[in-house]
């Protein structure tokens, strides 16, 4: 499955952006579909991820400003963006054990940007 990312940009504190993640081939159902972000100099972050019976799970950093939803892509909206949220941010299928989204990453897209400026 290839997957690729679009959406990224630069904006100020506060504003809202929206990354998609459109996928070639189909996506297993039993899997999960996930955002996740790397800033320069600091390891890779689980964003959000979204199960496939709907239940969704947030890193605390990012709870009630970004939501993570699915239809013929997968969506990150981003809203009240901070510059610690400055990252590069990738889409990736996450394994499933237990019915729970703590497998690991099996595929990944090539990320796309995201810059807030204070």
């Known amino acids: 499955v290839q997957l690729v990312e679009s959406g990224g940009g630069s904006v100020q504190a506060g504003g809202s952006l929206r990354l998609s993640c459109a996928a070639s081939g189909s996506i297993s159902n039993r899997h999960c579909m996930g955002w996740f972000r790397q800033a320069p100099g600091k390891g890779r972050e689980r964003v959000a991820l979204?199960?496939?019976?709907g239940r969704t799970k947030y890193a605390d950093s990012v709870k009630g400003r970004f939501t993570i939803s699915q239809d013929n892509a997968l969506h990150l909206q981003m809203n009240n963006l901070k510059p610690e949220d400055t990252a590069k941010y990738y889409c990736a299928t996450v394994g499933r054990k237990y019915g729970a989204c703590i497998g690991d990453e099996i595929d990944w897209g090539q990320g796309t940007q995201v810059t807030v400026s204070s």
């Open positions: 979204l199960n496939p019976d």
